[in-house]
């Protein structure tokens, strides 16, 4: 939507807006200090008046399903397009209603209930200071016996998942084989991002599963350039995370708002630092300068939310056979 557009669109509904509360469910990083939340809170309610945005956190695909119909709110964020699907079939979502040719994704999105917000390729991320010649592929990583891992359960982590999902489309049946290899060299698998990436950062392996634009936190907001992404020749998994506007939204033209304030420019580059990943809809040459300075993957992998979903189950079956050898 052009800025002069949404503009008006926030002029037409301001009347309706006031006094307002549009409440978004989101992922407990979403909404949290360190998170884009805060940010995004400020920005949207300087643009709707009076309208008051507040966050309801936790885990939002689980909260889904496990509410249903009963779930208040008006808009939910933060869904990985490896969940989506089970998201849809609950029937909660209505359609967003945002044009989707400003999106640069570098895969084909005509989706119209759910909006992307930003996308990321997941990476191996390791200590210059530990590893002085990082494996350049996925190969060469299952065959490194120096290096020590830490990452992520795909029953319990998105990113997790998003590895199962990797080396399915790599390795397809033959991925226990690469589960029982990295399992050799695991310091632990965690059920989340957060406590993988902790120890990574105490010194407790030289490299951890996360995304290919971590570092530029590091780089950013500690001055810190001795963490990297190992880059693989075979590509790498790419998730985006979306936004939709649940059917029983008790303040549908805010929810539409906000679903319009998402391709904004001020949402993308709050997303882009808030969030440290790529912003849905932003062209790569006005990203920071710090992400555009990256090591970037040339090759997307990528399942849609169909296969992704027909995979989890064997995947998961494949990799507890390679765990448990």
Known sequence: ?????????????GGMAQSQTLTVIAPDYFGSEWGPGPAIKDGFEARCGTCTLEFRTGDVLPRLMLEGDRLEGDVVIGLSTDTTLRARDTGLFAPHGQPLDALTLPIDWDDETFLPFNWGYNAWVYDKTRVENPPTSFAELIEREDISLVWQDPRSSGAGLALLLWVDQLYGEDAADVWAALSERTVTVTA?????????????????????????????????????????????????????????????????DFMAYILSAEFQDMIAYGNWSYPSALPRQDWPEVMRDLPFPDTPIHYDEAKAEERRDPALDLWLQGMTR
């Open 1 to 13: 939507m052009k800025p002069i557009l949404f503009a008006a669109a926030l002029i037409t509904t």
């Open 192 to 256: 989340g991002w957060s406590e993988a990436y902790g120890l990574f950062t105490e010194g407790e392996a030289d490299m951890v599963l996360s995304y290919a634009t971590s570092p530029a936190y590091h780089i950013v907001a500690e001055d810190d350039d001795s963490k990297a992404a190992a880059i693989f020749d075979e590509g790498h998994y790419l998730t985006a995370e979306v936004a939709g506007i649940l059917t029983g939204a008790e303040n549908p033209e805010l929810a539409t």
